[in-house]
């Protein structure tokens, strides 16, 4: 198994672009999730998906949308980058309530 | 809504020393706790969890502590080792769809 993948792995982004992270697990999750990891505040969920078709908002959502159209994918887009979302995004998918979250190996991403 | 502080922020010990890290949250309904350890440029990784219906879990060198009157967990690490350098988050999390609240971290340096 390759577990949770996450691509880029870097990326730069003028204010006001657009793009969309990637995120794959190949373990039959139910759940799954994003994070932003910033300097000494932890991890922040911004979005998170129970099961294909259905998701939900966590503590960070604005200025973030998602879809799980499958089980297998849950990308992030990112509508009008700012600043403010220079961040390190963690994907995380878990079998189900209280199971044990596998991370990916994150996404470095500034915006200028 | 929950909230989870953790201390201290930067942690030193030598090698072959005991480390602990202390972690307090505010919602006395959250029932599951558990421990992430994050290498440089990776992913966090669960380490160690305990629910609410336990007072202490043990897993070889690593340990965890929750005292649910006091509202506070720790994690502690004995015989110290070099890979056990790394950041160290604490979580809590309540209800069906178990979303986690984090810490913000605590960096362990190991001195040889």
């Known amino acids: 198994n390759a577990g949770v993948t996450q691509t880029p792995k870097f990326q730069v982004l003028k204010t006001g672009q657009s793009m969309t992270l990637q995120c794959a697990q190949d373990?039959?999750?139910?759940?799954m999730s994003w994070y932003r990891q910033d300097p000494g505040m932890g991890l922040r969920l911004i979005h998170y998906?129970?099961?294909?078709?259905?998701?939900d908002q966590g503590e960070v959502p604005n200025g973030y949308n998602v879809s799980r159209s499958t089980t297998e994918d849950f990308p992030l887009r990112l509508l009008s980058a700012a600043p403010s979302q220079t961040s390190v995004y963690f994907c995380?998918?878990?079998?189900?309530?209280?199971?044990?979250?596998?991370f990916g190996p994150g996404t470095r991403l500034t915006v200028t | 809504g929950e909230n989870v502080e953790q201390h201290p922020s930067t942690l030193s010990v030598q090698e072959g020393d005991s480390a602990v890290i202390k972690c307090t949250y505010s919602?006395?309904?959250?029932?599951?706790f558990p421990w992430y350890k994050q290498e440089l440029g990776k992913g966090p990784q669960l380490i160690i969890d305990?629910?609410?219906n336990v007072g202490e879990k043990k897993d070889q060198r690593i340990a965890v502590t929750l005292n649910k009157t006091a509202k506070h967990f720790s994690l502690h690490i004995t015989e110290t080792q070099p890979e056990d350098s790394a950041v160290y988050f604490c979580a809590a999390s309540k209800g069906s769809n178990y979303q986690l609240i984090w810490g913000a971290g605590t960096k362990l340096i190991i001195k040889p």
């Open positions: 305990i629910r609410s």
């Open positions: 373990m039959n999750h139910e759940y």
């Open positions: 998906s129970v099961g294909a078709g259905i998701t």
């Open positions: 995380a998918s878990r079998s189900g309530q209280g199971g044990e979250q596998y």
């Open positions: 919602d006395s309904a959250s029932n599951y």
